[in-house]
């Protein structure tokens, strides 16, 4: 089965259209398409919104983390602790040494 | 023995099989392109002398920043500078032998070359499945509450290794 749709226009600059076209077993449009029903949309805009928010999101933790006041915390503790390489990272160092021609 | 060697057109990608098609994918479709744009720089392992890819990882910078900034005066209020180790495989053929270890290690230690030309304060990985995790927490990456795919290293704690084992 083919799920198929475009990217949303603004009336403002008129972008220019274009189409993203693949495929999907029929159990999984099935889900796809009870979702889309839930939600009220259209399946072209239940998609694109789906489809952009998971590529903002791939995008922003690739450029960028972002952490939350517990996690600034500790990783604030870590760098105060001066922790010393642990046994696995100095072995890490001989397996390097063993393996890899300079 | 194996070589590590920024990728290239010269490099034989297409077999290469990790077992994660994600990552394969990557390598024989988008590393090169992306190497080349200065997305993110593929190094690649091959035996000495052959083109084969058996493995590879992936660098990049990149920052942390903190969703409030501190309130302690003399933590840093800026994002940090850092560098991620994005993707990191081993073919299935040399599976076992400690190359994606080995990898790890050439990533840190090159790593700690570019930080003594510019600031860098961090090493993140990402961490794929439970598996990559408890490998990263063993090489003693710190892993967060909030954010499940990252892990982090002090760029200290690399140099320190490299001076105690003369790296």
Redesign the interface.
């Known amino acids: 089965m083919c799920l198929e749709f475009h990217m949303p226009a603004t009336v403002q600059n008129k972008p220019k259209i274009e189409n993203i076209n693949f495929r999907v077993s029929a159990k999984e449009k099935r889900l796809i398409e009870k979702a889309v029903n839930i939600s009220g949309r259209s399946l072209t805009e239940f998609a694109t919104q789906a489809l952009l928010d998971s590529a903002n999101k791939v995008i922003e933790n690739e450029a960028a983390t972002t952490l939350s006041d517990r996690d600034r915390d500790r990783l604030f503790r870590l760098l105060d602790a001066e922790r010393s390489p642990t046994r696995a990272l100095v072995k890490a160092a001989k397996i390097h040494r063993k393996l890899i021609k300079e | 023995?194996?070589?590590?060697e920024r990728i290239s057109e010269d490099h034989l990608l297409p077999g290469f099989d990790c077992g994660d098609e994600n990552k394969n994918r990557f390598l024989t479709k988008f590393a090169l392109q992306n190497s080349k744009g200065g997305f993110g720089r593929t190094y690649v392992?091959v035996k000495?002398g052959q083109k084969a890819v058996l493995g590879f990882y992936t660098i990049?910078s990149?920052?942390?920043?903190?969703?409030?900034i501190?309130s302690k005066r003399n933590?840093p209020r800026y994002?940090l500078p850092?560098i991620?180790i994005?993707k990191l495989a081993v073919d299935s053929s040399v599976k076992g032998?400690?190359?994606g270890?080995?990898l790890?290690?050439?990533a840190l230690?090159r790593v700690a070359e570019i930080s003594e030309e510019i600031g860098i304060f961090?090493v993140?990985v990402?961490a794929v499945d439970a598996k990559a995790k408890q490998f990263y927490k063993?090489?003693?990456f710190?892993e967060?509450?909030?954010?499940d795919?990252?892990l982090?290293m002090?760029i200290?704690?690399v140099r320190?290794?490299?001076a105690?084992?003369d790296?």
């Open positions: 023995m194996f070589k590590i392992a000495s990049s990149s920052s942390v920043r903190f969703e409030n501190p933590l994002p850092s991620l994005g032998q400690g190359l270890t080995a790890m290690f050439d230690k961090l993140e990402k063993r090489l003693g710190l967060m509450l909030d954010n795919l990252k982090f002090a200290k704690t320190k290794v490299l105690q084992t790296e």
